[in-house]
């Protein structure tokens, strides 16, 4: 079972530069999250969405974007990199939004701004 | 706004024995859902046990379970009889009516041979 599958695992960016981080889930999932831990920190909700099509802001969208055009792919964007940006990102995936569904969480993205 | 409190940034114990972590939050909602995270040096996000808030019976899961204080929005966690495997990031984690998850700042055990 590949689960949730986030690529790459490491990257290295230059700030003003763009990047896509990938995610992808093969559980037929309908709800999707990017979340960055920044040290020391627990998650933070960047954006979710509840099936193709529909996306929604977290806690903090600011300076990423991103679609869904397929119930499998979720990929974040990032335009104009930052080093406050510089942390680690897990994409995430549940069958339902509610509690009684757990999320199933990637491996996470290891992005640093220099 | 709606928080999620790790009091315990470190804890060590010995294998075998038993071990707490806090856990308290802030809502004013009446319906929620709450987790423990656990994270381990890999990195991946484990589920470790879950709790419905209008269920009165504390969640168990094998060595975990929880002593859920709705009124005190307390959720603790118990591992019991810990072992080298439980080494590893806790994260506290709350969701909210809005369904999105809030995350506390985690406590970092340690597991002692």
């Known amino acids: 079972n590949a689960g949730v599958t986030q690529t790459p695992k490491f990257r290295i960016l230059k700030i003003g530069q763009s990047m896509t981080l990938q995610c992808t889930q093969d559980?037929?999932?309908?709800?999707m999250y990017w979340y960055r831990q920044d040290p020391g920190m627990g998650l933070k909700l960047i954006y979710y969405?509840?099936?193709?099509?529909?996306?929604d802001k977290g806690e903090v969208p600011n300076g990423y974007n991103v679609s869904r055009s397929t119930t499998e792919d979720f990929p974040l964007r990032l335009e104009l990199a930052a080093p406050s940006q510089t942390s680690v990102y897990f994409c995430?995936?549940?069958?339902?939004?509610?509690?009684?569904?757990?999320?199933?969480f990637g491996d996470g993205t290891r992005l640093s701004i220099l | 706004a709606q928080t999620v409190t790790q009091s315990q940034p470190e804890m060590s114990v010995q294998e075998a024995e038993t071990v707490t972590l806090s856990c308290t939050y802030d809502?004013?909602?009446?319906?929620?859902?709450l987790f423990w995270y656990k994270q381990p040096p890999s990195r991946q996000m484990i589920l470790v046990i879950r709790?419905?808030?209008?269920?009165?019976q504390n969640a168990t899961e094998n060595r975990f379970s929880v002593n859920f204080q709705k009124a005190a929005k307390s959720f603790s966690l118990k591992i019991s009889d810990s072992q080298l495997g439980d080494t590893a990031m806790y994260f506290c984690?709350?969701?909210?009516?809005?369904?999105?998850?809030?995350f506390g700042k985690g406590t970092r055990l340690h597991i002692l041979p």
């Open positions: 969405s509840v099936g193709a099509g529909i996306t």
């Open positions: 995430a995936s549940s069958y339902s939004i509610r509690g009684n569904q757990p999320q199933h």
């Open positions: 559980m037929n999932h309908n709800y």
């Open positions: 809502t004013s909602e009446n319906n929620y859902y």
């Open positions: 984690a709350f969701m909210n009516r809005d369904d999105k998850i809030i």
């Open positions: 709790q419905e808030a209008y269920k009165q």
